[in-house]
């Protein structure tokens, strides 16, 4: 599967049942062309049909709009950690990786549209869709890869959809930190030290290109030498002023998904125990639900309520073949589509390597033209070129739309984005643009507005593109130059929590919140969202005062993860709260004279460019920074430098409420974790046996004296049964490779009686194995030296002692995302320099995802500091 973010976050993500992950459609592999004939008319049914308007709703309820906002101080505030508790009410997600996008605090507030009929956005960089994969545990983990001279460092721009920055947020540009270089950077001819450490199979010439140590370019796919001439941006005169971001653009659009494929004729839903003959508009929305039957989705009420509405309208254009009247939820029955759809994910599982690689093939071949764009004559990646699929809408917590249809986006809904004598795109499928811009002031490629919320979907350049990387260095250089004004700042708000004038003691104290708890600025929401707040948009009902100077808040945030903390404060700011307070009811705003653009506003007249999130990314980075400093790692290992690493991690991601349910599969990975232990205690235990039978002066070694407290009896022989089982296994399988190579040979295979003879010396083995439980003795079976036993014990205890390190850091990073952090609000350039300082490979703490982002900040010096 392609690495390029989608445009969608997981959560969001629709499904599509029929079409594989592989590019197969039900087993077949998919044709991007659609002709005139198979143009699909779901989208139509409810766009424009007169005698089905889009469902209705009147979901009341107060809520927030917030925009995100940022704070934390050097140290947290709080005397204990916020930490959500999740009691039934509240079911704590894994927060976003998006969780830093930089968007607009003053976009008008827009009623749902029509697909395609969207009001052009605004000439400005607005929020792009970041992908939650990027917070997925695949991503966060890193890469053990040996360490290689930053500078020679190839980066591989791997497509990455994350936060972009509005006009309003825009970062002051970096002084000049590197001398500015004007001629194009020449290929890479150095190779890493795994490259050049591979011995030769023979002498011989020296071909043109192997010179000063570089590797033959013989045998090097075009991808790979292109993937070599890396665009060195931050080195070159770049132009952060917030103008023009470009002078020529060309790319090929975006690549829509398939038509819908109708299932087998067999495959039918029930209603009322019947069959149903369903046109293929009606089946496919049917399908969308079916393939999420056993998940809670299906288990929640409004997301049956909303899908159920918007299906029946689909059906009053498209209605049933036979005739059959669906009108209750409760008599359809779905799952003879899902169990297709299950059979076809396990065909799709059963397949060899050869027929996953040849359909990744296909479909790369298909996707190729769409993920790269010539920018300004370089050939940069496209981050989220695929057009999602039509689906049911899941958000985030309770939101009131969920299960709702997102309709099928065709080139009608679309605006390009592209070169004024750049060659316009073609569709892959037939319709015409809905328009072509020629706009070099913003960096989105295309855009289109999804029915659901009415929110722009943009397609920009990958994580590792030299737009997105200068965006990302503008956001970390402002949040430095907020070093300078913090202090007046601070006075400042300070002076103004006991101000006459109501509306800037109001503003002082969310001032106050948003820098020492790192709460969202937040806003007001609409009657169709999910009701998440921020700071200004606290009502009395998430405050309450416990004298004589605590305050609990509880409410839910982003993405609807509930905030929790118990905090001690100053005693004016006790005292202010509970001004603001009086006379009000729950539902009443805390903060009813401030707002985030007034609150914005004011920042900007503290420093040029401040708004309320800076303090977020400032307050992350200082803090991350200051743990780092905290700990003595001269003589540490580098495990216990990397737990140092995530433990300073982890009080940024509780400071900025990072939050995750445990994993489902924690207690299991944990339990295989300890068993992996005891596997390790299992092999020193008998290596310490080996030394008592060779000589019995070593039972006086104190450093072999102790036995192994957690290997009791039925454990060893539950280890050992597996063992025996494995070496089984291994002989079984070393056996049919050794026959099938006779055969292609032309010999004649083995008899069965060797394979009969190795296994009985593998019962054998285990048998003296079990004769010596409880007996302090161990043979080996082949003999080794007391010196060379010895070492395999150190390094065992070594091994056993980092492995411990590892089981205690898995646990404790249970309920907290690290991965939104190293994304969005630690400033890479710490990382990079604490990794120089105290030789940790960046590889162990960066993934390739980050290492392609953050391509600019690995050549720091060691004692760069935030």
Known sequence: MSTDSPMFSDDDRPIRPAVNGNGHVNGKPVDYSMSEDDDLPLSQAIRKSE???????????????????????????????????????????????????????????????????????PKKKLKEESDAGASSDEDDQPIATKKS????????????????????????????????????VKKEEDVSESETSKPKKRAGKAK????????????????EEEQEETFRWWEANANGDGSIKWTTLEHNGVIFPPPYEPLPKNVKMKYNGKEVDLPPEAEEVAGFYAALL??????????????????????????????????????????????????????????????????????????????????DGRKEKVGNFRVEPPGLFRGRGDHPKKGALKFRVRPEDITINIGSTAPIPIPNMPGKWKAVTHDNTVTWLANWTENVNGNHKYVFLAAGSSLKGQSDMQKFEKARELEKHVARIRQNYTADLRSKVMADRQRATTMYFIDKLALRAGNEKGEDEADTVGCCSLRCEHVTLEAPDWIIFDFLGKDSIRYYNRVTVDAQVFKNIRIFKENKNDDD??????????????????????????????????????????????????????????????????????QRSAPKTHDQSMEKMRNKLRSFKYERMKLRHALFAMDPKFKKVQAYKDEESDLDDDWIAEHEDDLKAKEIEKAEKKYARENEKLEEEGSKPNKDSILKERIAAIEE????????????????????PTEKIEELITKLTDKIKAFKLQIVDRDEGKEVALGTSKINYLDPRITAAWCKTHDVPIEKLFSKTLLTKFPWALEVDKDWKF
């Open 589 to 658: 705003n805390l903060f009813d004279r401030v707002t985030t653009s007034s609150l914005n506003k004011h920042l900007t007249n503290e420093m040029k460019g401040l708004t309320a999130k800076v303090f977020r990314t400032y307050n992350a980075s200082r803090t991350f920074q200051n743990e780092l400093a905290k700990e003595n790692l001269a003589d540490a290992t580098l495990q216990e430098k990397l737990n140092a690493y995530n433990k300073a991690n982890r009080m940024v991601a509780v400071l900025c409420n990072h």
């Open 294 to 375: 056993e998940t809670d989705h299906a288990q929640d009420a409004t997301f049956n309520k909303n899908f159920f509405e918007d299906w029946k309208t689909v059906m009053k254009q498209h209605p049933p073949h036979d005739g059959t009247k669906i009108t209750n939820f409760t008599s359809c029955d779905f799952r003879p589509m899902f169990e297709y759809f299950e059979g076809e994910k396990a065909k799709k599982k059963a397949m060899s390597t050869e027929e996953k690689k040849a359909a990744k093939k296909a479909k790369d071949e298909l996707e190729a033209k769409y993920t790269t764009c010539l920018l």
């Open 51 to 121: 005698s089905a308007p889009p469902v209705q709703r009147n979901l009341k309820r107060k809520k927030p709009v917030y925009a995100e906002s940022s704070s934390e101080d050097d140290t947290p505030l709080a005397s204990s950690p916020a930490k959500a508790s999740t009691n039934g009410k509240t079911k704590v997600k894994a927060e976003s990786d998006a969780d830093e996008d930089y968007e607009s605090e003053e976009l008008p507030k827009k009623k749902r549209p029509v697909n395609g009929n969207a009001k052009k956005p």
């Open 765 to 784: 083995e285990f048998k003296e194995l079990k004769n010596e439980r409880g007996t302090r003795k161990h043979v080996q079976k082949r003999p080794k």
């Open 149 to 184: 001279a930053p500078r020679k460092r190839k980066v591989k721009a791997e497509p990455q959809s994350d936060d972009s920055m509005s006009e309003d947020d825009k970062p002051i540009a970096k002084k000049a930190a590197a001398k500015p270089r004007t001629k194009k």
């Open 208 to 223: 043109k290109g192997e010179q000063n140590g570089a590797s033959p370019t013989k045998g090097k796919t075009k991808k």
